[in-house]
């Protein structure tokens, strides 16, 4: 294994023992939660969003390892960003995971890639994407707000 690939499994594994954004913010204004039925994870996005920047993100719920990391590390990332910048986020997270582009994340965000490791087990890729399928309906309904 190299290197690098022994800092992104503890990134992962660091992220999935010690997750963020655990606090739900109290005057959150979207709430919105997720199922991976093939595994039981659970989670639960919640957003405080002011004119069109997220300015808080909080996570609940429980699952395994990949779907804990995924979510703590999306809230890292997406918290202070405008909606748009988040969608932007998803749409290239989902395209390195689901769709196994190479992707360029934005300076600062590039710890992402540590997920790219799980397209190579289709079971795991929905844990992996979980938290972000929340997050993206919960910007939808922002967009409503």
């Known amino acids: 294994m190299s290197l690098s690939e022994d800092l992104y499994k503890e990134l992962i594994i660091d992220h999935s023992q010690e997750p963020s954004h655990r606090e739900i913010p109290a005057d959150h204004n979207v709430h ?3 199922v991976n039925r093939s ?3 659970e989670v639960e996005v919640y957003l ?3 004119d069109g920047v997220i300015k808080a993100i909080g996570m609940g719920g429980h699952g395994c390892s990949i779907s804990t990391a995924s979510g ?3 809230a890292d990332a997406v918290d202070g960003m405008t909606v748009e910048q988040a969608e932007d986020l998803i749409e290239r997270f989902k395209s390195m995971i689901v769709e196994k582009h190479q992707v360029d ?3 600062g965000l590039e710890d992402l890639e540590a997920l790219q490791g799980v397209q190579q087990y289709p079971i795991r ?3 992996a994407t979980l938290a972000w399928n929340a ?3 919960a ?3 922002a967009g409503k707000l």
Do not use: H
């Open 135 to 137: 997050l993206e309906q």
């Open 48 to 50: 405080k969003v002011e």
């Open 125 to 127: 890729v929905k844990c």
């Open 39 to 41: 595994c039981g994870d």
């Open 72 to 74: 703590s590390m999306m």
């Open 105 to 107: 994340f934005p300076e």
């Open 139 to 141: 910007l939808r309904t």
């Open 32 to 34: 919105e939660s997720g």
